[in-house]
């Protein structure tokens, strides 16, 4: 019996589980309510809440909400935390349920030196997950900035077990997955493009975020649709206290965030915008024969109303578009367009004190249009994808030994994708491919899942779900399972030994092009002929904090095996009329490494150091000679440090450092000449001994920042003014990274010759902040 | 501030558009040079089969005289054994000699013949039957302008009837006689002779795309072929349509793909099979059409 079918048995006995232990709850108190900012009403997602007396707690939701259930009896004091506040004790009494929303108090605000800032909580130990890292917005903000723009993604990619792709490629890697294999959500909806400028900044505003969290590895069963992560952002709330302006004046981009109460404590509105203006300071310093065009903007704007006590609605909205074109006589010429826009519905509403639901209904479109030329011949690729979806998910908490989930999600999709490539004409007019003539392609993709996190013990932990996708086109349908597991032991109270196994199935594809350099990100639905990808992943780790949870560490480590991985066939051209199902071969590929992460989270001294060793590789049987080889970002070592250090009240400093193995790409090892009649080959043909045989240089780029800090008071001492002057230095030391390698051939000698292009040199920025 | 602002957009806009571009030497992989052979035999010509070996990818040696194979044995086999002895032809296009290896004994239709090479202490053995149908060309004419995958050319177009009842494989062969003014179409770079001073030579260009009957088994065919070679109004060809065997047709097939995932840099690279065990090339056999007078409109 393999290790999958032991799991689907458990999880029938988990639902079973579930429905005896909650009918036998006993007699219990329930304390609820919400975590927010004393200052903004903002809720504070991941707070926690820990009962002095039981020992036991709970943590807040993506909406703020917690719920934790204490036995009937006499008083205890309940800790509330969040990092960056300040503690706030509550002593209750446990002789009836109790609805208490508490408001804690930014630690920041408190002038004194000597801040009383809450003790970081230890739930990356004591919490049956694994593979789940929080990113503080704040963290976020004061780390180093490309061109001033302070950046998610960039975060995301110095995390262990993530990589960038090479400068200049879009999108992140997650434990040997591809970049469509992560599931990145705003507010629940699927951005299917989060960056902007071929991945140098993220599609995503940090002043309008709430939080930012990634699940790598022991995913809950909540989440679905992609193989390798999912990264979970939520946009703020708005201010429900009073209105606050932030903006910032960068060097090549300005933003600006409005939010404030609609009815005080109410309703609360937020709405932040955010364009640049490259295009128009580049004109003048172009040298003569070079154009380009470069611009892009994001819209993010969000409304909240406490319809009642246990009704809260949520309406959000974002768009973000990027329009660019580069023109050079002798090199790359490009032109593209893309965007994404979500518009999200949410309604919360609280069954009694345990039970709460949360439904939403999204609309989300992307849509890409890239035309590449590169030497004789050119490129272009349609790709739009339209959701409309809609999901429902109920958070049960019936006692303090479970938090059970269940739901269940539905979104059609329509796809609408295609490519082409083609020697240019003669008279230089490229044939555009007929977007209005691509047929879409239809799809329902659909999910019930149930989940609990069960403490079993004091020691022992839970976190056990499962969820059926199902996926249908006129042609197929696919049903399957997945199930999941997350079991944590603690040996100690600062350390515990996780073990995770998950079951993943993404029904989309994005076929990824061996050779373009350009983000050729072509959508496709899972059909008869491209069947679902899978995969299964295993990954143990052992957590340890130190010093009343200032320093985290964690050493993980991973098995990862993926199945129908799609690849195009060796020699496909896309054509306007190439079927792209047909033009694809199916293979396996496999990851496994392990990951060291320490953190220090609290002091003038914050930051992390990660390392990352993997191997990943992938398997096809109609390419490279069936045989095994590396993934196109198998990198064997990827190390990252960050560090944040305050120097004064005013003055805070942050470096970051990365380095990381080339990724891999092909080249043919040998020549052979073609003798007999071999003109129009140019007499001479390339023997390839392996797919990725080669490595690019290691990528390794050190960045520095420093942010001064002037608080004021404006019209006559009644508004706060905050500034923030923003110095960074991108690539302190100038490393040219690699891009990509191309081969040119001296047409006399027929000598080949190998070239390197790099892209971003040392870039130091300025940007002025303000908030008021 | 405001010369700090200034200095900042400058470097910035320069980091965009100074995209730095270099020449690099790659570490050479580990690459054990093979044996390639290069061999067709056509029905009444006595056998040619260019041995070279090959060379690692950023190897200097190009020429066909440093990668030829020189001191094999090699035989063919027929009715007779055929010895192959050293010889050499010089490509008047590019001014140089092209090495080979040439037999003694006309090849005929309706044979099976068996090759064997021993080179380095190695044998390599293969056969090939020469039993293709011999088509006739029905017409040829000239197009200005073509689109195919090749992209927009001009074109020689060749009418024929495929032979019913088997698998052909066919591609186009034309031979003329050109002068130092004419250029090659290379793909890498207008290039043209520099030591016939004016004269005119032979040429024998082979069409890179292979054409397969299936589906069309018996039915009228039309290749659109461009040239390897400039031309000029009136000059005058002889175009002729060869038969291959299956594993010539695959092998060719498959660089011409290879040539045109190196040319479009958004094709997936091809890795070539080999037809012969242990080493490189193929060894098969071609049977040509009649030749038809063409006669450049243009």
């Given at each position: 019996?393999t ?22 709850i ?9 975590i927010k900012?004393?200052?903004?009403g ?6 926690t809440?820990?009962s002095?007396?039981?020992k036991?707690g ?28 300040t503690?706030?004790i ?20 408190q002038l ?29 903000k004061?780390l180093p900035a490309?061109l001033g ?5 960039k ?7 993530v990589?960038s792709?090479?400068?200049?490629t ?13 599931l990145v959500?705003?507010d ?12 140098l900044?993220?599609?995503?505003n940090?002043r ?8 790598k ?11 390798s ?29 409005i939010?404030g ?6 309703a609360?509105?937020i709405?932040?915008?955010?364009r ?19 611009n ?23 768009k ?7 023109t ?11 965007g ?19 439904t ?33 998910e109920f ?7 479970h ?15 295609q ?7 003669k ?9 209005n003539?691509?047929p ?18 004091k ?7 499962v ?26 109270s ?13 029904f989309?594809h994005?076929?990824p ?43 993980e480590v ?9 690849a ?15 033009s ?7 990851s ?9 989270n ?8 990660a ?34 250090y305050e120097?004064?009240?005013?003055w ?11 990724s ?12 007999d009649?071999?003109?129009l ?28 800090r ?11 003014f ?16 690699p891009?990509?390698?191309?081969l ?20 130091p ?8 | ?15 965009f ?10 570490k050479?992989?580990?690459y054990?040079?093979?044996l390639?052979?290069e ?15 090959s ?12 990668l ?37 004994i ?11 090479v ?20 029905s ?33 186009f062969?034309m ?16 290039i ?10 032979h ?46 047709a ?22 070539l ?12 056999s071609?049977v040509?059409s ?9």
């Open positions: 019996m290790l999958h079918n032991v799991l689907q048995r458990l999880s029938l006995c988990l639902v079973f589980t579930i429905l005896t232990t909650v009918s036998t006993a007699q219990n108190v329930t304390i609820s309510g919400y900012d004393s200052e903004t903002e809720t504070l997602i991941g707070a809440v820990y002095t007396k039981t036991t709970a943590s807040a939701n993506t909406y703020g909400f917690y719920s934790l259930s204490l036995p009937k009896g006499d008083s205890t004091g309940l800790v509330f935390t969040y990092l960056g506040y503690a706030q509550k002593k209750v009494v446990l002789s009836q349920n109790i609805e208490l929303t508490v408001k804690l108090l930014p630690s920041s605000s004194s030196e000597v801040t009383v800032t809450a003790k970081k909580s230890d739930e990356n130990v004591q919490k049956p997950q694994m593979g789940v890292i929080d990113i503080p917005i704040q963290k976020i004061e490309i723009e302070t950046d998610v993604l975060v995301v990619q110095l995390l262990p077990g990589q792709g090479n400068e200049g879009t999108g992140f890697f997650v434990r040997g997955g591809n970049s469509d294999q992560n959500q705003l629940e909806a699927v951005v299917y493009n989060p960056n902007h400028l071929f991945g900044f993220s599609t995503f940090t309008a975020l709430n939080n930012v969290t990634l699940i590895g022991g995913f809950p069963a909540q989440y679905g649709g992609r193989l992560s999912i990264l979970d952002i939520t946009m703020k709330e708005g201010n429900n206290q009073k209105y606050k302006v932030e903006g910032g004046i960068g060097i090549i981009s300005s933003n600006i965030t939010e109460p609609i009815v005080k404590e109410k609360s509105f709405i932040s915008a955010r640049t203006y490259l295009d128009l300071l580049i004109k003048p310093f172009l040298p003569k024969g070079i154009t380009t065009t470069y892009f903007y994001d819209l993010n704007a969000k409304i909240n109303w406490q319809v009642s006590k246990r009704d809260r609605l949520f309406l959000s909205a974002f973000g578009n990027d329009k660019a074109g580069y050079e006589a002798s090199s790359i010429n490009y032109g593209i367009k893309f994404n826009s979500t518009a999200t519905l949410r309604w919360n509403h609280l069954f009694g004190q345990k039970l709460f639901v949360n939403s209904i999204i609309y989300n479109t992307y849509l890409l249009n890239l035309s590449t030329v590169q030497g004789k011949y050119y490129a272009q690729v349609y790709s739009g994808i339209n959701d409309q979806n809609a999901k429902t958070q049960y908490y019936p006692n303090s030994k938090k059970i989930m269940f739901g269940a999600n539905y979104t059609y999709h329509t796809f609408t994708s490519g082409k490539s083609d020697k240019i004409p008279n230089l007019q490229l044939a555009n491919l007929k977007t003539q691509i879409p392609r239809y799809s329902n993709e659909m999910a019930v899942y149930l989940n609990d996190e069960y403490t079993i013990t020691r022992i932990a839970l976190n056990a779900g969820r059926t996708p199902a996926f249908i086109t006129k042609d197929v349908s696919y049903y399957t399972w997945e199930p999941r597991a997350t079991l944590k032991v603690s040996v100690d600062s350390s515990s030994l996780k073990a995770a196994y998950t079951v993943m199935n993404q989309l994005i076929v092009s061996s050779s373009a350099s350009l983000p050729f990100d072509l959508w496709i639905p899972s059909s008869k002929i491209t069947k679902p990808e899978r995969s299964e992943q295993y990954a143990l780790g052992y957590f340890r904090n130190f010093k009343e949870n200032k320093y985290e560490a964690s050493v991973y098995y990862k095996t993926m199945q129908n991985q799609v195009f066939k060796e020699g496909t051209q896309l054509l306007e009329q190439t079927n792209i199902d047909s694809l071969v199916f293979g396996k590929g496999w496994y490494g392990a990951e060291f992460f320490i953190k220090k609290v002091g003038k001294l914050t930051g992390w150091l390392y990352t060793l993997s191997w990943t590789n992938q398997k096809f049987k109609d390419l490279n000679y069936g045989e095994t080889f590396p993934f196109k970002y198998d990198r064997r070592h990827v190390l990252s440090a960050v560090a944040t120097l004064s009240k005013r805070t400093l942050s470096a970051d450092f990365v380095f990381s193995t080339g891999a790409y092909t080249l043919p090892v040998g020549r052979v000449n073609v003798a009649g071999g003109s080959y140019d007499g001479v043909y390339y023997v390839y001994d392996k797919r990725n045989n080669y490595r690019l240089n290691p990528y390794h780029r050190l960045d520095i920042g420093a942010t001064y002037k608080n004021k008071t404006l019209f006559k001492g009644k508004v706060p905050v500034s923030e002057w923003v110095f960074s230095i991108y690539n302190v030391y100038s490393h040219r990274n891009y990509f390698v191309y040119t051939v001296d047409p006399v000698t027929q000598e080949p010759k190998a070239k390197q292009v790099s892209l971003l040199p040392i870039i920025s300025v940007t002025y902040n303000f908030k008021f | 501030m405001r010369k700090f602002f200034f200095l900042v957009v400058i470097l910035v806009s320069l980091g558009i100074l995209s730095c571009q270099k020449d690099v030497k790659l050479p992989l580990q054990d040079s093979q390639s052979i061999c067709i035999l056509y029905p009444g010509k006595v056998p040619q089969l260019f041995l070279s070996t060379v690692p990818f950023f190897s200097s040696n190009t020429t066909p005289q440093q030829f194979a020189r001191g094999a044995s090699i035989t063919i086999t027929g009715t007779s054994t055929d010895n192959l002895v050293e010889d050499s032809v010089f490509d008047n296009f590019r001014c140089r000699w092209v090495p080979y290896y040439k037999g003694s006309p090849s005929i239709i309706g044979q099976t013949y068996y090759l064997s021993t080179y380095a202490g190695k044998t390599y053995t293969a056969s090939t039957t020469i039993n293709q149908p011999q088509v006739s060309i017409s040829t004419s000239f197009v200005h302008s073509f689109h195919d995958v090749y992209g927009e050319h001009e074109g020689v177009i060749v009418d024929f009837n495929d032979i019913a009842g088997s698998n052909n494989y066919y591609r062969q031979n003329r006689m050109i002068d130092s003014s004419v250029y090659g179409a290379s793909n890498l770079g207008l043209h002779s520099t030591c016939t001073n004016g004269s005119f030579f040429i024998k260009e082979f069409g890179r795309s292979i054409y397969f009957d299936k589906g069309i088994d018996g039915q009228s065919m039309q290749f659109v072929i461009e040239p390897a070679f400039k031309h000029k109004l009136n000059d005058t060809a002889y175009v002729f349509v060869q038969s291959l065997d299956k594993n010539s695959e092998f060719y097939d498959n660089i011409d793909k290879q040539k045109l995932a190196q040319l479009n840099p958004f094709v997936e690279p091809v890795f099979k080999t037809k012969i065990e242990g080493c490189i090339g193929v060894f098969g071609a040509v009649d030749s038809v007078l063409f006669v450049y409109p243009e």
